[in-house]
C-alpha cells in the first residue's frame, strides 16, 4: 500500500514570495491533516479535512495561508505570502475514518520550507 | 501555552539497556495518549497508545505506562537497539473527535 506523498520535498523562498505544497493522502482515507513543525516544536495541526470539508482550521493563519481538498482527495496548502516564521517542515497526514484523534494518522515525509 | 511537554531534548542510552521517555501534560481532557516515532527526512509513525482508562500497555519491547493523577505518562523501551534512534514525540488528545498536541519531541540515541 503506497503511503502519503508530498511535493516538493524542499523548497527555499524569499519573504513575500508565494509558495504551494501538495499532498496525496492513502487511497480511501477520508481524513487529511496539515500540520506545521518548527524546528524543535511538535507538529502543530493547521487545518483538517474530511472528504472535502474542513472539520478545524482554528490554528490556520488565514491572512496568509489557504488550503483546499477538491474532490476529497488531493489537498494543497499554500502561503501567499510568506514570512520568515513560515521557516518549517510541513507535514500532511491521512486516517481512513472520520476525524478522532483515536484513530492512527498516516503521516507523509513533509516539505521543508525555508524562507530567506 | 504547552499542554504536553517533554522535558528533556535529549536522551541517550547504551544498546541492551532501557530507555525511558518522559511526557506531561496539563490539560485533564486529554484522554487518549499516543507515541510517536521519526527518523530524519521521514514523517512520524505511529508507534503505541494508551487510553485513560488503563495504565498500562505493552507491545512487545515498547511499553507506555500512564499516571493520571501526576498527568504524566512515559514510555519504556527494553532492550534498546540501535534502530530504535530517531526522535520520539508524545502526543494527547481528547476523545471523540479531537486534534493531536504533540509534545517537543526526545531525541533518543542508543549506542552499540
Known amino acids: 500500500e503506497a503511503g502519503v506523498a508530498q511535493s516538493p520535498r524542499y523548497k527555499i523562498i524569499e519573504k513575500r514570495q508565494s509558495v504551494a505544497f501538495w499532498c496525496n493522502p492513502i487511497s480511501g482515507h477520508a481524513t487529511l491533516y496539515w500540520y506545521q513543525q518548527i524546528l524543535g516544536q511538535g507538529p502543530k495541526l493547521l487545518i483538517q479535512f474530511q472528504n472535502n470539508g474542513v472539520v478545524d482550521d482554528s490554528q490556520l493563519p488565514k491572512d496568509r495561508f489557504s488550503a483546499e481538498r477538491l474532490k476529497g482527495v488531493d489537498s494543497t496548502l499554500k502561503i501567499q505570502p510568506a514570512k520568515l516564521e513560515d521557516s518549517a517542515v510541513y507535514l500532511c497526514?491521512?486516517?481512513?475514518?472520520?476525524?478522532?484523534?483515536?484513530?492512527?494518522?498516516?503521516f507523509g515525509p513533509g516539505t521543508r520550507l525555508l524562507v530567506l | 501555552d504547552q499542554q504536553v511537554k517533554q522535558n528533556s531534548p535529549s536522551l541517550s542510552v547504551q544498546e541492551g539497556r532501557i530507555s525511558i521517555l518522559n511526557c506531561d501534560y496539563t490539560?485533564?481532557?486529554?484522554?487518549?495518549f499516543l507515541w510517536y516515532k521519526k527518523y530524519p527526512a521521514e514523517g512520524p509513525t505511529f508507534l503505541i497508545s494508551i487510553s485513560s482508562i488503563k495504565d498500562k500497555n505493552e507491545d512487545g519491547r515498547f511499553t507506555v505506562f500512564l499516571n493520571k493523577s501526576a498527568k504524566h505518562l512515559s514510555l519504556h523501551i527494553v532492550p534498546s537497539q540501535p534502530g530504535d534512534s530517531a526522535v520520539y514525540f508524545c502526543?494527547?488528545?481528547?476523545?471523540?473527535?479531537?486534534?493531536?498536541?504533540f509534545g517537543q519531541g526526545t531525541e533518543l540515541s542508543v549506542k552499540p
Open positions: 497526514a491521512s486516517s481512513l475514518a472520520p476525524g478522532g484523534g483515536q484513530e492512527t494518522q498516516y
Open positions: 502526543a494527547a488528545t481528547k476523545n471523540q473527535g479531537g486534534k493531536l498536541i
Open positions: 490539560n485533564s481532557m486529554f484522554d487518549y
